[in-house]
């Protein structure tokens, strides 16, 4: 049985028969080594189709959501070659010729949105079913869209499918302000413009580290993308781009989750292959929970307290909290020696997890946006069921740091992010198995 491949069960089985057991109570100690980011993968794999040549991206994360997209070019008509030994994917665009992406393939994936930039940017015209992806409440593309009309693109949605077609065959560059620090619209923004005539600034750009690390990429093809990482990028077109060799940067949710593991449980534990800066907003609450931090810049070493101290905290956009680690910390704060408060102000549910884990004792009590969380001093094993990437996350640290067993269904939403988890968590003295 080969547990890197998360579909080993079968594909009957990964639509929710399989679970994790974990047996909780366990500090985790040791050294994990953290994966190329998902985020920045889904985010590469698309823009690599711009090239006339391949490319090869390395440090690919061996994740449920990568293969999905792989899957997806590959029935498109690009030749992907997948090495996961190696972590690299290849992807040569010559063969990929259309420009509809329908939605038996795109709803698979939210991020496959980003094919709307990708093939509006290489054809002038698209066709892209609307996405999926997790239902962490309402989640519009109005700022994809009205930057890509900016862009002089007319859009049209029928039947679920958004349609674009540049209104001269090239798009021309102009100045965009997003109205929410949107990071999908700001990559698909960049996609779309990269051919664009002329200069495309995108004002309240979102400035997480993927959206730098796609604008490296582009770059290393021969974009002119500059000020990425700040809210005001530049790109200005240009005619073609050449395959290259790309690394992605580390998953800094992965490095998170991983290190919030060690606070729930009492442990120790080093996270490697991290850009330490990438995890500012984490680091400075995982201080304020008691634990010391060594940062080493490429790896971070958290020693947690007995018990977490309270602390309040609200998702921002980078270089705030992010909102993907807030249902994590919730699972740390339901052990907290107090009340602690979290708000969460980019999604309007991405609470939903809460019930689950007040099935092994948290106490919790939600209100809009705002959750409060009443610090118990342990919680117990119950059977749970994941129904989100992040919550399923939450879920297993919890079940790491319970007492008795926990059983996880629900497991494919956690395989959709994080490589070899039942490895990495034994690696460090988790108790944990998976059950087809
Ligand atoms: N928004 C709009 N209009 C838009 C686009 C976004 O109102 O046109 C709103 C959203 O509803 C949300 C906020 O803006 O309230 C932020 O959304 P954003 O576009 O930044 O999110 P996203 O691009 O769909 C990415 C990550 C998410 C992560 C968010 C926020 C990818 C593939 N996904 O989503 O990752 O939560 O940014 O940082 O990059 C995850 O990894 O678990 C995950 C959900």
Redesign the pocket.
Known sequence: MDHADPTFCGEQKLRGEQKLIVEGGQPLRGSVTISGS??AA?AAIPAALLASSASVIENIPDILDVKVFADILTELGALVSYDRNNRTMTIDPNAFKTSVAPHHLVSRL??SYYLLGVLLSKFGVAEVAMPGG?D?G???????IKGIKALGADVTLEHGTIKVKAKSGRLTGREIYLD?T????TVNLMLAAVFAEGTTVIENA?K?P?VVDLANYLNAMGARIQGAGTDTIRIRGVTSLRGTRHALIPDD?EAGTYLLAAVATGGDVTVENVISKHLESLLSKVVEMGASVEDRQDSVRVVAPKRPKSVNAITL?YPGF???LQQPLISVMALADDVSLIQET??DNRFGFVNELMKMGARIKVDGRTAVVEGVTGLTGAPVTARD??GAAALLIAALSARGITEIYGVHHLDR?YERVEQKVSALGGHIARVC
């Open positions: 998902k985020n889904v939210r991020a997790c962490i309402i989640r519009p593309i109005d700022q994809h929410v949107s990071v999908g619209a979102a997480e993927h949710i956009p992010p909102t993907d980019i999604y990437l992040r992010g």
